[in-house]
């Protein structure tokens, strides 16, 4: 197969200092922008921060509610345990609690949902529950109930990355702003 006209043949190289190749590679060169890199970057992590603050502000809200209705509207149920699974500790050496499944009816619809706490419960068992009316899928128990709190944490967090992810982005288009509008 010949070269098209005009087409030179492959460039050969030469050794370099202390041996090493030196040659040039046809085709387009590679040039990196590292300021507008950097300025990708930072746009991500800053909308990272905010898309996280804003998920931890929707989920203490979530978590909030639930705890409200279950103390509101909380209706109390007998739910049977279904079974049991031991959770291991970090070296699989023991068990570091468990995470048991029960089955109640409410309203005529029967439901099988997560018993909240690490307790082991034997099978068929019959435990005390709690139901919100308005969604009879979350099921607690009345000690959960009793002793769980709304948490402002979730709340306090999460405002304050996206706080700080859209202060630091706006003071950061400002300054750039700036400097484009003084060059």
Not at 2 to 9: F, K
Not at 59 to 83: C, E, F, M, W
């Amino acid at each position: 197969m010949s070269a098209p006209e005009g087409a030179e043949g492959p460039e050969t190289a030469q050794d370099g200092p202390a041996g090493q190749p030196v040659g040039t590679l046809r085709g387009a060169g590679v040039q990196v922008d590292t300021a507008r890199a950097a300025r990708v970057v930072v746009t991500l992590a800053l909308v990272g921060l905010v898309v996280v603050g804003a998920l931890l502000l929707v989920a203490g809200y979530r978590k909030n509610s639930q705890i409200d209705a279950l103390r509101s509207s909380g209706v109390p149920v007998q739910v049977t345990v279904v079974h049991c699974l031991g959770l291991i500790g970090g070296t699989g050496s023991s068990p570091a609690g468990y995470e048991c499944t029960g089955s109640y009816s409410f309203h005529g619809q029967h439901f099988t949902e997560g018993i909240p706490g690490s307790a082991l419960y034997p099978d068929g068992r019959v435990i005390a529950g709690v139901v919100a009316s308005g969604d009879p899928g979350l099921l607690s128990t009345p000690a959960a109930v009793a002793t769980s709190q709304d948490s402002s944490t979730l709340y306090v967090i999460g405002a304050a990355m996206v706080v700080v992810g859209l202060g630091v982005g706006g003071w950061l288009a400002l300054a750039r702003r700036r400097r484009d509008l003084s060059t």
